[in-house]
């Protein structure tokens, strides 16, 4: 990808930052920018055919990114690792960050069945794409984006026993 390209590309995935993370609980420590610049980060010097190919990938580091923060989080919650006795009246509330752990296990099941709607998934839960947007990064017409994006939800639907993607 040349130079000219990145700052749009920034602009780009700045935005669809900013809309993932005002989806994401109250408190949540990373900010849209700050996604971003891990993304950035994630990516390294690598260098990218198109900018589609980029927003790609950054869907990708930011999803593990996202996943990675809400697993460190339930774990920190969770007395990092350390073993505590609980009384059955007390045990704590599910984690915020739960759900984003949930969907990133069963997209990897889901992968193994349709890898291009999990790249999908991918795009429209972790980086916010739109359907328009994911089918033109995915090199796909909208309408067989929507039809895959609806296969993708009944599948994980069924897999997380009632959480629905939106």
């Known amino acids: 990808m040349s130079a000219p390209d990145l700052p749009a590309v920034y602009a780009e995935l700045r935005r669809l930052a900013a809309a993932k993370m005002a989806g994401e609980p109250d408190g949540h420590t990373l900010d849209a920018t700050a996604l971003v610049h891990e993304a950035f980060l994630k990516l390294g010097g690598e260098s990218f055919a198109s900018p589609s190919a980029y927003l790609r990938a950054a869907a990708v580091a930011m999803r593990r990114?996202?996943?990675?923060?809400?697993?460190?989080?339930?774990?920190?919650?969770?007395?990092?690792?350390?073993?505590?006795?609980?009384?059955?009246?007390?045990?704590?509330?599910?984690?915020?960050?739960?759900?984003?752990?949930?969907?990133?296990?069963?997209?990897?099941?889901?992968?193994?069945?349709?890898?291009?709607?999990?790249?999908?998934?991918?795009?429209?839960?972790f980086a916010g794409l739109t359907i328009p947007e994911a089918a033109a990064a995915l090199g796909l017409s909208p309408r067989t984006a929507d039809r895959l994006w609806a296969f993708a939800r009944a599948w994980l639907y069924r897999d997380l026993s009632g959480t629905i993607l939106a």
């Open 65 to 125: 990114i996202l996943v990675d923060h809400a697993r460190a989080k339930r774990a920190a919650k969770r007395g990092g690792g350390r073993r505590a006795d609980v009384e059955p009246d007390r045990l704590p509330a599910p984690a915020a960050g739960a759900d984003a752990v949930a969907v990133d296990d069963a997209l990897a099941r889901f992968a193994a069945v349709d890898p291009q709607a999990a790249e999908l998934v991918t795009l429209r839960y």
